[in-house]
């Protein structure tokens, strides 16, 4: 069953078991994971209310953290496939509801973003496909929500604001037009947003990225990136850095509830040879010498996980995620991708 909360009921629950458990989100998504292969862009649609929250994921963070979610605010519960029965437009459809007075705008903008309309429109790009724009379509399908007006990603303005720019400057290099950003005033997101109906039905369209739900509308990684032995590190290294996160230092690892996605980097590992660890949900490094192939071979374009893996590389130093801003001015001039040679 899945819980349907009173507005920002869910968000409060969520905040209140990493504070208990004294955990970040992408730590608590750690330790879900272990236990119940949560993917941390779920972790994050749920703290953001995007998703509704699982009776049995409720249950299990009550339990690991003493706080009990029957004593918040709840309208009722509603059936696991409720999703499917409103038509699978969970992403679009829970931004809607969010932001009712501010989707006609966001249209709007598309809309005269696009060049599909007239000379009086903002042109954009559209680009043949490369090695940035196979990055960008693994950072779609990580942690984008598609549809026909925009695309939407969001990162954690307290760690990502590198990264952050760097999507944004990877936006304008592709297409040739300037995507918004926005920190939201009560979490710590920050959402950037690409206003553009003709780059959405470009990415629709040639690389079949799904509008609304990539899980329910199977969202695939593009064949035309997929068969490419070059490209298809591009677009995994797009997936890790938005993704997923490199722990301690140590391992590579990634998260997803797309079994589909799983299942086509496993046919790339036999290729690759990177990844020691496989299963419905994950991928990961579980060695040293593995995860030193990552860098070599796919690296990094998010400065958070270039620190923690270059301090672990360079002075054996294991880096807390609550400790990489503290790093960011000593590598603000690293060039990205970052590749170790």
């Known amino acids: 069953m899945r819980i349907l909360f009173e507005k920002n009921q869910q968000k409060i629950f969520i905040e209140n078991v990493c504070k208990k458990l004294h955990k970040n989100l992408k730590e608590l998504n750690y330790e879900l994971n272990k236990a119940n292969k949560i993917s941390y862009s779920a972790l994050k649609k749920y703290r953001h209310e995007d998703l509704l929250l699982s009776e049995e994921i409720a249950n299990y963070l009550s339990k690991i953290s003493k706080v009990n979610w029957k004593k918040l605010k709840y309208k009722k519960m509603l059936p696991e496939n409720w999703g499917q029965i409103k038509g699978g437009k969970i992403g679009y459809d829970s931004l809607v509801k969010k932001y009712p007075q501010?989707?006609?705008?966001?249209?709007?903008?598309?809309?005269?973003?696009?060049?599909?309309?007239?000379?009086?429109?903002?042109?954009?790009?559209?680009?043949?496909?490369?090695?940035?724009?196979?990055?960008?379509?693994?950072?779609?399908?990580?942690?984008?929500?598609?549809?026909?007006?925009?695309?939407?990603?969001?990162?954690?303005?307290?760690?990502d604001m590198p990264y952050a720019k760097y999507i944004m400057s990877l936006i304008e290099k592709i297409f040739k037009t300037k995507a918004h950003s926005r920190k939201d005033k009560k979490s710590n997101l920050i959402y950037i947003t690409l206003y553009s109906v003709t780059v959405c039905k470009f990415l629709n369209n040639k690389f079949k990225l799904p509008f609304g739900d990539k899980i329910i509308h199977n969202a695939l990684i593009p064949n035309s990136i997929f068969s490419n032995k070059s490209l298809i590190k591009d677009c995994i290294r797009g997936l890790v850095d938005i993704d997923g996160t490199i722990y301690r230092g140590d391992t590579v690892y990634f998260y997803s509830n797309n079994e589909k996605i799983i299942k086509q980097l496993k046919k790339v590992n036999s290729n690759l040879k990177i990844f020691t660890h496989i299963d419905d949900t994950r991928i990961c490094t579980n060695s040293w010498p593995h995860t030193i192939s990552y860098f070599k071979n796919v690296g990094s374009s998010n400065l958070k996980n270039i620190i923690r893996f270059s301090e672990r590389f360079n002075k054996n130093n294991r880096t807390y995620v609550k400790d990489v801003p503290k790093y960011f001015k000593n590598y603000e001039n690293t060039k990205l991708p970052f590749l170790l040679n």
Not at 124 to 131: D, E, M
């Open 102 to 159: 501010m989707i006609s705008k966001w249209r709007k903008i598309g809309i005269r973003n696009s060049n599909i309309a007239g000379k009086n429109r903002k042109k954009v790009t559209i680009p043949k496909l490369n090695k940035d724009l196979s990055e960008f379509i693994g950072i779609a399908l990580g942690d984008g929500t598609l549809t026909k007006y925009f695309l939407r990603i969001s990162l954690d303005s307290r760690y």
